[in-house]
């Protein structure tokens, strides 16, 4: 979970006929008579949390998730958890771990110091006062840090950038750690490197980044950084969605954190959440799954893509410092509706030879081109959708290979990489046929670039 927050999304006809036949043919069932729940519910009630509008369920669509039990209104308060139910980093330095955290220089970050708890609680099992939490903890996640290299291999570039990136920072935070958790010897039983392990250390990473949600904390002395994180049980078996709204944050009144509905839930549906206006990009990598009918959903253009069709343009390089200089090429996006304002006004520019210098930053704030110069933009966001059109396409026929002869948990990774490619491949269909009628049709890929003297 993350930082929540709502949207709105208003889906047609057709659209709301395919949700009301779909959500008949969603099954759940109880989780509440499990023992791990039964100890999770009797674990927080203790810790003066009570619950009679949620059920621990499972859905046929979803997984684990929340069940209501009853119709919740409009403006109702779906869970008030308790600030002694929340794992902050201050739950860490009121620990066995805190002595230690309190005395380490350099400063512990609050994310370090609730991972390293987080594994030493689940180290000491059934004696840890948490144990009822972390024994519904997922054991493993389909997040990039877990992929494997043959999975990483199949995602979109820019995906696979940043989750290379991601596994960087994870092995740099376990391998900078090392003489921190050395000292903490004395309250293991085992040694500290088969305990705190890489693995270990991103299990608990992946929990706090998959499930935690945003609460800011003052500062101490004792850690280094911004502190907003906060481990929430039974809440953080929330699930997301798009189109649902929410308002939630912690109550300095109650000492709660709430939740609150915003157009309400039916009885015996599931309760659903909004980590906020993420594409499915970034809900894989940070949460490690895809949100079906995403309205925020695009695919994004890499700079080395736009190199590689754009490469007999001589002044290229300048033009992509140009671009670099001025912010421009990040979030070049195409949408089932088309290419992005951003890509499109960057495709202008690059347009533009090189005796037109002058006229580059106006292009950047929106002045018009010439009808050829134009044309030939909006021939380039063609050839840009049929080239990552064509890596799609490879990569799910690569995934459908990998399937045939991978197991679990690769075949988790792999199905949740399938659904994100597959998404592309609707999105960058859609987005062809609408540069189909956006200009005259040419069925060269790229023609070269206009020779056109002014800018009108």
Known sequence: MGDMGGCRHRAGRTARKRRGKHKSTIQSVSLCHQLQFVRLMKFLHQRGFTSTLLQPAVFTDTGRGLQTLKTIKPGELIISLPESCLITAATALDSDLGQFIKCWKPRLSPLLAICVFLVCERHRGEASDWFPYISVLPDTYTCPAYFTDEVMAVLPAGVQRRAVEQREALHEMHSTSQDFFRSLQPILSQPTEDVLTYEALRWAWCSVNTRSVFMSHPSNNFLSGQDNY????????LNHRPDVQVKASFNDVTRCYEIRSVSGTQRFQQAFINYGSHDNQRLLLEYGFVATNNPHSVVYVETDLLCDVLRGDKSLDQKIKFLRENNFLHNLTISTEGPSWRLMTALRLLSLPQALYHHWRAALLGQTVCEEMEEWSFRTAKTLCQRL????????????????????PIREQLLTVRSLRQEERCILGSCLETLGGSFKQNDNLLSCQPNVGDVT
């Open 230 to 237: 906060a481990l929430a049980p039974f809440l953080d078996l």
């Open 389 to 408: 059109l064509q890596n799609t396409h490879k990569a799910l026929d690569k995934i459908s290979h990998l399937l045939q002869e991978c197991e679990q």
